[in-house]
């Protein structure tokens, strides 16, 4: 059964960090694609990165470049992602993504798999 899980999430202050992780299970890393995305109170879901870990590339939402950083340990299964310098508009619950169907890396329609979520809050 393909499932991923989010975690790491919390409250943290502007200009802070904090770093999520996405285990996988059903399957491997090796042949996935593993997707970010984040959905505030009132906003549609939006794509913030993704890895492909097998072909070691990645891609972020122009809104995250230079702060956050995506990396996958395939012993561990796991995709993280370093979020640093956070502001206030990176609040928003955060989910992983599997199970990538086309139509564009950035795109939640474009993924059948999700985790329940973790939030983050940036705020004093």
């Known amino acids: 059964q393909v499932q991923v899980v989010e975690s790491g999430g919390g409250l943290v202050q502007p200009g802070g960090s904090l770093r999520l992780s996405c285990r996988a299970s059903?399957?491997?890393?090796?042949?996935?694609?593993i997707g970010w995305f984040r959905q505030a109170p009132g906003k549609e879901r939006e794509g913030v990165s993704w890895i492909s870990s097998r072909r070691g590339t990645t891609d972020y939402a122009d809104s995250v470049k230079g702060r956050f950083t995506i990396s996958g340990d395939t012993a561990k299964n796991t995709v993280y992602l370093q979020m640093n310098i956070l502001k206030p508009e990176d609040t928003a619950v955060y989910y992983c993504?599997?199970?990538?169907?086309?139509?564009?890396?950035?795109?939640?329609?474009?993924?059948?798999?999700w985790g329940q979520g973790t939030q983050v809050t940036v705020s004093t």
């Open positions: 059903g399957f491997t890393l090796d042949y996935a694609i």
């Open positions: 993504a599997t199970g990538y169907l086309g139509s564009g890396l950035l795109r939640p329609e474009s993924y059948r798999h």
